[in-house]
C-alpha cells in the first residue's frame, strides 16, 4: 500500500532529522501542480483537505523540477519559500530540508497513473 509507505518514510525522516513536522509533496504527471497527500497525521484521502500548489513554485517545486536538495536554514528569508501552505495551516516553518524520492532506475517516485515524482518535505 503506497499510502503506508509514504507514511513510514514520513516516519523515519522525521526520526532521521528530528523534524518538527514532515509531509510529501507528489508532482501531478502533467508536472503543473505538487499535491500533499501525506502529512504527520497520515494520509489524506478527502481530495478537499488536499493542499495544492503549482509545480514551477516554491521550494518543493524547485526541488521537484531540478531533482536537487535543498538544506534551508531560514525558510522565510529564501526566496523561494511559498507561504501559502504555512498561512493554511497555521504552521510556522523555521527551515527545510526537501529531497526528490528517486527510485533504483534514477527516475522519481511514482504512485499511481495520475501522480509521478514526491520531493519530501520536512520542517525542523
Same mark, same amino acid.
Do not use: W
Given at each position: ?44 484521502? #478527502?481530495?478537499?483537505? $488536499? ?10 517545486? +524547485? *526541488?521537484?523540477? &531540478? ?36 527510485? #533504483?532506475?534514477?527516475? $522519481? ?10 520531493? +519530501? *518535505?520536512?520542517? &525542523?
Amino acid at each position: 500500500n503506497v499510502s503506508v509507505l509514504l507514511q513510514e518514510i514520513i516516519q523515519e525522516a522525521r526520526n532521521l532529522t528530528n523534524a518538527e513536522s514532515c509531509s510529501v509533496f507528489l508532482l501531478e504527471q502533467n508536472n503543473t501542480e505538487l499535491v500533499a497527500k501525506v502529512f504527520d497525521g497520515g494520509f489524506v484521502a #478527502d481530495e478537499s483537505a $488536499e493542499f495544492r500548489m503549482p509545480a514551477d513554485q516554491g521550494i518543493a517545486g +524547485h *526541488v521537484a523540477t &531540478t531533482g536537487k536538495i535543498l538544506n534551508i536554514k531560514d525558510a522565510y528569508s529564501h526566496p523561494l519559500f511559498y507561504r501559502a501552505m504555512d498561512d493554511s495551516t497555521g504552521f510556522r516553518t523555521r527551515n527545510i530540508l526537501c529531497f526528490p524520492i528517486i527510485d #533504483d532506475d534514477n527516475r $522519481e517516485y511514482e504512485q499511481d497513473p495520475t501522480i509521478a515524482p514526491s520531493p +519530501h *518535505v520536512p520542517n &525542523t
